[in-house]
């Protein structure tokens, strides 16, 4: 178990509702639902998932913490907006599952492997290295995330693509070495810091 | 009635407006009129509604002295301010939306349609030769104070609302202060925006206003021994706990007799009977005493978890307990919760539902309580078992599907209201049958019976109101809120059906109101609800009566009492005009000025039979006037066409119908009649309660004559039409027609 984690279970004891709503972004609108399952209709993946945002913000009000936080589910959502539009007692519900899917990565809970979760992860580092998106190392680390030989499979069946893209030239294959970057790298990755700094402390994970 | 017996002198007005001069002969109507008619003057008139039209009417009425009215032009529900002449019997022969609206168009059904018309017209002036102007009830009354009885929110509402319209009071509490339930509130829940917090009740103030108000005097610690009478002018005893009997006469009675709460202990699966467990009743005393404060058990340690059970015993399929959903209880439990929420915000409170309703503007209240951290948990409790110092609450979580447990510190059952409605009249009824019998234990279960009743009614129908449905007292709680079977008496509040207060307080200044109409109509000889206003009343020849008692059992309401030779005793202001004693009537003798035995029977005798060879058959149509004929006129309306071949006419309602109709129809020939009512049973649209089901009773059994006749039992046939089946009505009737001509022409035909 993360230190942040024990630290918050040690902090809320049961009341996860009260977790969600201190530490979870729009977490404090969870208590307003009222079960009608509207979003859960409406959600056009619904069925991919193993949880619908109904039952799990029964569950939060329910305490049931390790099976929210450890869900697949608000990694699936794809942003459509669909259950704001229609959630009769107007709960920003999508904004509600990215806040749980922060949480969640934060301590650590989240799904090992889960792809969404690390299609984001190489991105944010790809984009703090250099403070700018290197869409050729990106690619290649997509495809390579699940092992060398899976990588080259990638690779082969994308190569028509990448080619088409580099006679179009809106992929240049020198952006392997090094690539370009920010002027002043060193004052993004202190941007960037500090805001998590703010973030951290606005979501009590530091005093 | 006018001692001077006036000379009657007949008129008839044939109209040609709105098309009927482009699609009939209304030469050859007002033809009709005079010479088959005998109407002594007949006028024709292109647009007879029109202020010219209608002079024309009254110059005759001041100038002609004519007295007796017969209009041919558009239905009697059509144009009735231009048609309004009160000083003459009138009749109208339905020519429009009854002939050229439904008949189809084109010169092939130019003869078809003339015959209807002519049809019409003779059976409006063998109609008006029956009837007399209604002069009304010459029994006039005069008190017009009301007795309220039940001193809770609706009977205080009730007494102070009328008390304030400038009408006398007499309000009867049977505890020592005012207030019932709604007094032993410690707040309830809003009925002002923002709607978002637990209201002050307001009770005390109400209390305090209706003791001080001059014209309303309260008598508590009292019931009521005795009613008798009618509509202004009951006689009614108030029973003092000391035992001395106060008589006073009253107008007209509002019943707010309220409700009980279901007994918990009958609910031993959710801890009905442990300690700390408790009704919503209970937890409201909890709060009185907590004052604001911290909210404490009965043993005094605090509440840091309280678990709501809603519909405890209540929307029950399984027949043990409540079936119904008694309606506030959702919006109670949101409203205690925030008891414990507004006293210490750590306070766990969760209320389990199943499906959580808060009418009204409940729903700003329900978002309110989530804000202030009360959870919501859908589900159905399993089991409440006392675990160390407090409560285990098991439950199913029925979004999760999984069992699921909570410990409380204390339980409160939302359980149902139980009306206060006294005496079932239909087993006081079936007691008295069996102890007329004979049987002494009937006897004795009646006097227990008696025992609980609330009004004490002397009528030969039973002494309290009759219940609808789950033992509360009214009679069609959509179409007619407040009217109970019994004229005169107005129930409101929780005895009508479960409700809060906010609903109980706009139920009782609707049954105020009602309660004030009855007196004043009473006092002016005039009918209450439905036919409000109608000046027409029973007129019985008691030379011919056999004692029978038909009139007297199957009157809706009550109307009709016997007095010791067991001749009926009418009793006009009790009476709402529906026909149905002049229906039952074996030797008819029971009539209305304007609505006979007579007044029909002539309309049936009145119409051209064609020959068998015609293959013109006739059907008559009897509807009821309430909901079958405005569906016909509607039909009308949208040009439905239906068959040509039937002959209209209205009743009061179907229990009016007297068999001799039947009988004089297929004997003139016709092949066949068509009964037209209201849905019957226990979901009954019939606005005198239980005419069509009288109608279908008697029919039943006018199978044996028909057969004795040599007709086919198929040739009276009844159906329910409601008031919004105009599309269907015309498919009744085409059916029928088509079915009729199957199977033949009549064969009384040209005996008639």
């Known amino acids: ?207 | 009635m006018a001692d001077v017996k006036i000379e009657m002198k007949t008129a008839a007005y044939v109209c040609s407006g709105c098309g009927l001069g482009d699609k009939l002969d209304v030469g050859q109507l007002a033809r009709i009129a005079q010479k088959e008619g005998k109407m002594a003057l007949v006028r024709q008139h292109d647009f007879l509604c029109n202020s010219e039209g209608v002079q024309m009417i009254r110059d005759d009425i001041e100038n002609e002295a004519v007295t007796h009215i017969c209009i041919a032009a558009c239905s009697r529900r059509a144009k009735t301010e231009a048609f309004n002449f009160p000083s003459v019997a009138m009749t109208r022969a339905n020519l429009r939306e009854g002939v050229i609206w439904v008949v189809a168009e084109g010169a092939a059904h130019d003869e078809v349609r003339q015959e209807m018309a002519d049809d019409y017209v003779r059976m409006g002036c063998a109609e008006l030769k029956k009837s007399r102007m209604p002069e009304g009830n010459p029994n006039h009354t005069q008190l017009k104070n009301l007795l309220v009885v039940g001193g809770g929110i609706s009977g205080l509402t009730a007494a102070f609302e009328a008390a304030e319209t400038g009408y006398e009071v007499i309000l009867v509490e049977k505890q020592a202060q005012l207030g019932g339930w709604a007094g032993k509130l410690w707040k309830r829940a809003p009925y002002k925006t923002p709607y978002a917090e637990p209201q002050e009740t307001g009770v005390a103030a109400l209390a305090a206003r209706v003791s001080a108000h001059p014209l309303i005097t309260v008598h508590l610690n009292s019931t009521i021994a005795e009613t008798a009478g009618a509509p202004g002018r009951f006689a009614v005893k108030l029973a003092q706990e000391s035992g001395s009997i106060t008589e006073v006469a009253v107008g007209a009675i509002v019943q707010a007799t309220g409700f009980t709460t279901y007994d918990i202990a009958k609910l031993p699966e959710l801890g009905g009977g442990l300690a700390h467990v408790v009704d919503q009743a209970g937890l409201e005393a909890l709060a009185m005493a907590a004052n604001g404060g911290v909210m404490k058990r009965a043993d005094g340690r605090e509440v840091k978890s309280v678990v709501f059970l809603q519909c405890a015993g209540q929307r029950d399929d399984s027949g043990q307990h409540l079936p119904y959903c008694s309606g506030h209880c959702c919006a109670t439990s949101i409203k205690q919760a925030m008891y414990f929420k507004d006293a210490n915000p750590d306070v766990n409170a969760v209320v389990v539902y199943d499906d959580l309703r808060v009418p009204g503007m409940g729903e700003d209240f329900y978002r309110s309580a989530q804000h202030k951290g009360v959870i919501f948990a859908k589900g159905k409790a399993s089991s409440v078992t006392t675990e160390s110092n407090g409560l285990k609450v098991n439950y199913k979580d029925l979004i999760l599907d999984s069992g699921a447990t909570i410990q409380a510190d204390l339980v409160v059952l939302a359980t149902g209201q139980v009306p206060s409605s006294g005496v079932d009249v239909i087993l006081w009824d079936k007691l008295t049958k069996e102890a007329d019998g004979g049987s002494i234990e009937a006897k004795q279960q009646k006097s227990e019976l008696k025992s609980i009743s609330i009004l004490n009614l002397t009528y030969r129908q039973g002494p309290d109101v009759p219940k609808l449905k789950y033992g509360f007292a009214d009679s069609h709680f959509i179409c007619f809120p407040y009217e109970t079977q019994r004229t005169g008496i107005y129930t409101a509040g929780p005895v009508r059906r479960p409700m809060d207060i906010m609903q109980a307080t706009e139920d009782a200044t609707g049954a105020a109101l009602k309660a004030i109409q009855a007196a004043e109509n009473a006092s002016l000889g005039r009918a209450a609800h439905p036919r409000a206003g109608d000046l027409s009343y029973p007129i019985v020849r008691l030379e011919g009566c056999t004692q029978c008692k038909r009139c007297t059992v199957e009157c809706p309401f009550g109307a009709i009492d016997e007095d010791e030779r067991r001749f009926p005793v009418f009793n006009e202001q009790r009476c709402r005009r529906c026909g149905t004693c002049m229906g039952a009537c074996p030797v008819r003798v029971i009539s209305f000025e304007n609505y006979s035995v007579d007044t029909v029977g002539n309309q049936i005798k009145a119409i051209e039979i064609p020959d068998e060879f015609s293959e013109k058959p006739r059907v008559l149509i009897l509807a009821c006037e309430n909901d079958a004929y405005p569906a016909l006129d509607m039909a009308g309306l949208s040009r439905i066409v239906y068959s040509a071949f039937v002959r209209i006419i209205p009743v009061r309602c179907l229990g009016s119908v007297n068999t001799i109709w039947i009988t004089d129809a297929l004997n003139s020939g016709y092949d066949g009649v068509m009964m037209m009512g209201c849905k019957k049973g226990d979901e009954y649209q019939c606005h005198f309660v239980k005419g069509s089901e009288l109608a279908g009773y008697r029919m039943s059994k006018i199978g044996d004559t028909l057969t004795g006749m040599g007709l086919e039992p198929e040739r009276v046939s009844s159906f329910e039409v409601a008031i919004t089946d105009n599309a269907k009505v015309a498919g009744f009737i085409n059916d029928y027609v088509a079915q009729l001509v199957e199977m033949g022409p009549s064969p009384m035909k040209g005996f008639g």
């Open chain 1, 1 to 207: 178990m993360s230190e942040l984690n024990q630290k918050a279970v040690a902090k809320y004891e049961n009341n996860f509702l009260r977790e969600v709503e201190e530490r979870v972004e729009d977490g404090e609108w969870v208590k307003m639902c009222m079960q009608c399952g509207v979003c859960a209709g409406s959600c056009p993946l619904g069925n991919a998932w193993e949880h619908s945002p109904q039952k799990l913000f029964r569950m939060i009000m329910a305490g049931k913490r390790e099976e929210v936080l450890t869900s697949d589910a608000m990694w699936m959502c794809t942003s459509c907006y669909s259950c704001i539009v229609r959630c009769p007692r107007k709960l920003p519900i999508t904004h509600i599952m990215h806040g749980l899917a922060h949480y969640s990565h934060r301590l650590e809970l989240a799904p090992k492997g889960q792809p969404t979760r690390e299609l984001a992860r190489i991105f944010w580092q790809n984009l703090v290295k250099t403070g700018r998106v290197n869409e050729l190392k990106f690619s290649l680390a997509v495809y390579f995330k699940d092992g060398f030989v899976q990588g080259i499979k990638n690779l082969l069946s994308m190569q028509g693509i990448a080619l088409g893209l580099v006679k179009a030239r809106r992929l240049n294959p020198m952006e392997i070495i090094g690539g370009h970057k920010c002027r002043d790298i060193g004052g993004i990755q202190k941007m960037l810091a500090k805001a998590r700094e703010i973030e951290d402390r606005r979501q009590g994970f530091t005093s």
